[in-house]
């Protein structure tokens, strides 16, 4: 894409200046966190900013919505001045060359032997001035090969096959302004091999294999505007300053390559350097004071390396700067006045950085930045004289609101609701009609429990979803390293586990008087206690840990809006993503494993038991039954399944967009809790009996007939 823009200028020439930052209209300024509707007196929030509708009524909420500082602006200005020098004699028809290959095109005094096979620099006319070259298969460019072309200002060779320039290859070439190596298999370049080429602008070097840079190598480039080493194997930068052969150099493009180090004479030399990037290397340690004379700079960008901490005077000296970029770097802290020194910068990119010691002095005296981006949309509310900061959302929470859906805000409460009550209805209901099988009872009484805890995380969340209503990223960061999200958060987690556990427990014990009945011991009333009392143990342990372990685990519940623990992050602590792991991926795995095949060789016991018998209406009860095992199979793996699959994606870092996160804790976690009073108690036959027994009048005592005890299904 840049190199599209570079060869495209006309895309790019016209830069246009940011309206102020802060108006005051009426002799008042826009409170922070607000800006001014052009030349209205109304001031929106921030959050309001290119949302792509006009609130302001005038459209200034939607202007100024690109990112247009840094290099696309350096680059249109640079290239507008120097529009003027374009010879146009290329754009002619006719051909003014005298000899050329057949097979290539010409007009006016340019050749095109694009993609003709040509294994060697072919024999034009000497008064060339355009020759492209590319995608042939040139291996090497010998002595002297051009030093006819006294009048060649473009030379094209990317996409060949070069793996040798002899060291006098460019001889001759005195009006050369464009150099294009790009995309071959050049290792080396020797000494002075570019010494005649004073005024070239342009040198094109990216997509090769180059591992060393020498500053001999670029002596006579007194003219050098743009050098692209971009995706080389290069490793280290010379002890020497570049800029010593190259004094008009603007451009430096080290995109992709193996840098580890950045010492500070690098650079010394470079005072007429506007774009410099670094991106993609592998730097770890840049040397204190490696800009500081880089006067003219105007975009640094120092992303995707390896950098763990920044010297906190590097800027120092950047005072035109207006783009920089630091984005995914393992950064362990900013100090608060790494940005004081650059008073003109227009837009920082701080994003994939966790950012511990973030407060307000860090971009206070930035008063000119127009655009920032961060990791987090909490980060926000410590820059919110920022016109334009994203992301405004991380597909759970928004500037706004908590829930950030408006179907999420709705639902929260309607499945709470569900939960909540559906559970206790259960509860009430089996305590009230009595069974023979109290040990069945007291279990799902005891899922029933677990699962009405979802329904209060579910209010919880609603509750402050409506506390922070308008205002939640005032209060984010707050509410996620806050008490009750941790307490809700443990709660949640509580809750899946306790109750997947019991109803594993349930379903083994139904597995065992099914499969095999006359072997099969019932437990009894103190063994049960003892079962449940021990889920509930185990349960509340893996809830707590957590808690209890803040320098192994961090914050582990306060990483989103809703505090439940199901994304994995880079940031996130090893011992906390082996131990969600260990959970979700190991224990609920495996109790969901064990659900799927008991009910599996249940059915099939069933089945077996009918076809050996000729009893009425054992083919209509086996539908029942199957469809019963069915729907309780069904509703295990959509809980589940999406979760298993969440997390799984989630440790090998697949970026899953935050939406999605919160549809699952707010609809698909829930599935069971609100399901399970349903599937367990009101669709059993023998519980459905019972049930409106004691809801019909009772008979005369000398009639009444005892109820039968309940079988495993109820």
């Known amino acids: ?367 000119n930045l127009s655009h920032i981006y961060f990791k987090k949309f909490q980060y926000c509310s410590y820059a919110p004289h920022v016109r334009s900061c994203k992301p405004n959302t991380d597909g759970i929470s928004s500037f706004e609101n908590l829930l950030a859906n408006i179907i999420l805000r709705v639902f929260v409460w309607v499945i709470a609701c569900l939960t909540c009550f559906g559970n206790l209805f259960v509860i009430c209901l089996r305590s009230c009609v009595g069974t023979e099988n109290s040990q069945h009872a007291m279990a799902i009484k005891s899922l029933c429990c677990a699962d009405g805890l979802m329904g209060i995380y579910l209010f919880v969340i609603g509750a402050f979803d409506l506390k922070f209503s308008g205002e939640y990223n005032k209060h984010a960061q707050g509410w996620m390293g806050s008490v009750p999200c941790q307490l809700v958060g443990s709660l949640a987690t509580l809750s899946s586990e306790v109750s997947l556990l019991l109803l594993t427990y349930v379903t083994l014990e139904k597995y065992c008087s099914i499969v095999f009945p006359f072997s099969h011991r019932r437990a009894g009333k103190k063994q049960t206690i003892s079962v449940l009392a021990a889920i509930w143990l185990l349960g509340f342990s893996l809830s707590v840990i957590p808690l209890c372990c803040k320098e192994s685990f961090g914050n582990y519940y306060g990483r989103n809006g809703v505090c439940f623990p199901l994304q994995s992050d880079p940031g996130e602590r090893p011992s906390a993503r082996g131990y969600s792991a260990t959970i979700y991926l190991g224990l609920n795995l495996a109790a969901f494993i064990t659900i799927v095949f008991a009910y599996s060789s249940m059915f099939y016991s069933i089945h077996v038991t009918a076809a050996k018998t000729a009893e009425r209406g054992v083919c209509s009860r086996e539908v029942a039954i199957a469809k019963r095992f069915f729907f309780i199979v069904l509703t295990d793996a959509l809980c589940w399944i999406p979760i298993f699959l969440l997390k799984l994606l989630s440790l090998l870092q697949v970026e899953i967009p935050g939406t999605v996160t919160s549809w699952v804790v707010i609809f698909i976690l829930p599935i069971n809790s609100a399901l399970n009073p349903v599937l367990y108690t009101a669709t059993a036959a023998p519980f459905q009996e019972k049930a409106k027994g004691c809801l019909q009048a009772p008979p005369p005592r000398a009639s009444r007939r005892s109820f039968a005890p309940l079988t495993p299904q109820a």
């Not at 374009?86 to 003014?96: I, N």
């Not at 505007?225 to 800029?243: D, E, G, I, R, V």
């Open 1 to 367: 894409m840049r190199l599209l823009l570079l060869l495209l200028p006309s895309l790019c020439c016209a830069a246009v200046e940011p309206p102020p930052l802060l108006s005051r209209w009426d002799g008042h300024a826009c409170p922070l966190g607000q800006f001014p509707c052009g030349n209205l007196s109304v001031c929106l929030p921030q959050a309001l900013h290119c949302n792509g509708e006009d609130d302001c009524g005038n459209g200034a909420d939607e202007e100024n919505c690109v990112d247009d500082s840094g290099w696309l602006q350096v680059l249109g200005e640079m290239l507008a001045v120097r529009s003027g020098t374009t010879a146009v004699e290329d754009e002619a028809d006719a051909c003014w060359l005298e000899l050329f290959p057949e097979r290539c095109r010409c007009w006016a005094r340019a050749v095109d032997c694009t993609q003709q096979d040509l294994a060697t620099v072919p024999w034009v006319s000497s008064n060339v001035t355009r020759m492209d070259l590319k995608k042939n298969k040139i291996c090497s460019l010998l002595d002297h090969q051009f030093a006819r072309y006294k009048s060649l200002t473009k030379l094209f060779l990317q996409n060949n096959k070069i793996r040798l320039i002899s060291p006098k290859a460019f001889a001759g070439l005195s009006q050369l302004k464009m150099l294009f190596l790009s995309h071959n298999r050049i290792a080396q370049l020797k000494p002075q091999v570019f010494g005649d080429l004073h005024r070239l602008e342009w040198l094109m070097l990216d997509n090769n294999r180059l591992a060393r840079l020498v500053p001999a190598t670029f002596a006579g480039l007194t003219s050098l505007y743009f050098l692209y080493l971009l995706n080389n194997s290069l490793t280290q930068m010379p002890n020497a300053s570049l800029c010593v052969e190259m004094p008009r150099l603007s451009w430096l493009e080290l995109e992709g390559n193996r840098i580890r180090a950045v010492r500070r004479a690098v650079f010394q030399e470079c005072r007429d350097v506007t774009v410099l990037i670094l991106r993609r290397n592998k730097l770890r340690w840049i040397q204190d004071g490696t800009f500081s004379q880089l006067s003219r700079l105007v975009e640094l960008d120092l992303s995707s390396n390896r950098l763990g901490q920044l010297p906190p005077v590097l800027f120092q000296g950047l005072a035109q700067l207006q783009q920089l970029n630091i984005s995914y770097n393992p950064l362990r802290e900013l100090f608060p006045g790494q940005f004081e020194s650059l008073p003109q910068l227009r837009s920082l990119s701080l994003e994939g950085l966790e950012i511990p010691n973030i407060h307000n002095l860090t971009f206070q005296k930035l008063t």
